[in-house]
């Protein structure tokens, strides 16, 4: 399944708000035919909505009648629909009921007050009103969103792909593991303990950080966080299309294989672009196994190249990917760093440069400072390993 950015007019691979596609199946016959959306609860979990809102605004756009069975996880549109139609009509959706009206943030709550719903920004701190002449306010009225818990917690708790999903209490990490050597046992065992410091944890909630400097960070990773120069590096030439989106799309487009993907790469003149690392980590990473996801992927990103700006490009990769689509896997992060460095992605020296100090470069500076600390097990293991090898050396 492939992910696309919520707001698709944003051509920009780097965008971080991403979605996935909609899958829909035709079920039934004759006048029981009807259109499934199969993965409404995963759509409405990125939009931070419950998947009643948008299946019940398809239906009243659509002239249809809709089954909502939240306890089964069914969505239903009565009648046969395109999905080019319904991923339309979201856009419509996603406008009239996600979007900030004043700064087209995705990250908004609806908020309920004096009968009027208001989108609630987390992006500039502003509330605006959705349509209220809409049928589906009326449904939203009967029906209200449930409450933002403080733990900025939106909709279900293993919400994958939720653009603000805060952090939620850590899942014993050695569920998935099999590989129990000694040091996987020990980052295990420090992960389950490890106290999440959730001192900024409610900084999604309704009155979420609004200080100029909160704003400001916010705007910039609105904008793909990337320093100026950085998108100057590709975006001085205007009239083409942007290379690295053109593989970003190519990527989401999904069902491509790796060859494929690095054989466009090639046509598109990345094939030795170190920033192409952190499209391909951005937009082929969709599920939250990134373990299996590395090795299954690890002779593609390193046929990038093996230099210190290869490397560290692929660590910021992984670092936006644990900050800002998974947070709630980065207590797994000196696991993920350690599968990088078994499968020659990353070598030692590149991760003791990235070890010295957090950047804000490829998440916020909070985010950062937590997957150095997740990472430190793995780091003073990497360390020891060169005490004692240098010690053979001398031999
Ligand atoms: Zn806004």
């Given amino acids: 399944m492939s992910n696309i950015n919520i707001r698709r007019d944003v051509k920009d691979s780097f965008y971080r708000y991403k979605m996935p596609r909609l899958v829909s199946k035709i079920e039934g016959k004759g006048n029981g035919i009807k259109t499934v959306i199969s993965n409404m609860s995963d759509v409405a979990r990125a939009l931070s909505r419950p998947p009643s809102y948008p299946t019940k605004f398809f239906g009243i756009e659509l002239g249809a009648q809709v089954k909502i069975e939240d306890k089964n996880d069914r969505y239903i549109v009565n009648g046969v629909h395109e999905a080019d139609k319904l991923q339309s009509l979201l856009d419509v959706f996603i406008t009239k009921f996600v979007l900030c009206a004043s700064c087209k943030s995705p990250e908004t709550d609806l908020v ?16 605006t009103e959705v349509d209220m002449r809409h049928r589906l306010s009326i449904y939203i009225l009967k029906n209200p969103p449930p409450k933002v818990k403080k733990s900025g917690q939106h909709a279900a708790p293993d919400s994958s ?70 998108r100057d590096e590709f975006e001085n ?33 990345l094939s030795k672009k170190h920033r192409a690392t952190i499209v391909i980590i951005q937009c082929l990473f969709t599920n939250k196994d990134i373990l299996g996801q590395i090795q299954s992927h690890a002779s593609l990103l390193r046929s990038f190249g093996d230099s210190e700006k290869h490397q560290k490009s692929i660590l ?26 078994e499968e020659d992605i990353v070598d030692e020296d590149s991760f003791l440069v990235w070890s010295e100090k957090p950047s804000k ?35």
Avoid at 189 to 215: C, G, Q
């Fill in 316 to 341: 910021g990769g992984f670092e936006r990917l644990l900050g800002e689509t998974y947070p709630e896997l980065m207590p797994r992060t000196s696991h993920i760093f350690k599968a990088l460095y």
């Fill in 112 to 127: 309920i007050k004096d009968g009027t719903i208001l989108r609630q920004c987390m992006a500039c701190g502003k509330r």
């Fill in 237 to 269: 030439d205007l009239d083409s299309k942007d290379p690295y989106d053109e593989l970003g799309d190519f990527i989401t487009e999904g069902s491509h294989s790796d060859k494929e993907i690095f054989a466009k790469s090639k046509d598109l003149g």
């Fill in 161 to 230: 792909s939720a653009p603000h999903n805060g952090i939620s209490d850590s899942k014993n990490p050695s569920d998935e593991d099999d590989d129990q050597d000694e040091l996987t046992r020990q980052i295990t065992n420090d992960a389950a303990n490890l106290k999440i410091d959730d001192s900024d944890s409610d900084r999604w909630d309704i009155d979420a950080d609004v200080s100029e400097e909160a704003v400001a960070r916010r705007q910039r990773e609105l904008a793909g966080s990337l320093t100026l120069d950085e």
């Fill in 361 to 395: 470069k490829y998440t916020s500076r909070e985010n950062s400072k937590k997957i150095h600390e997740y990472s430190e097990k793995f780091i003073q293991w990497l360390k020891e390993a060169e005490e004692d090898d240098s010690e053979e050396d001398s031999d």
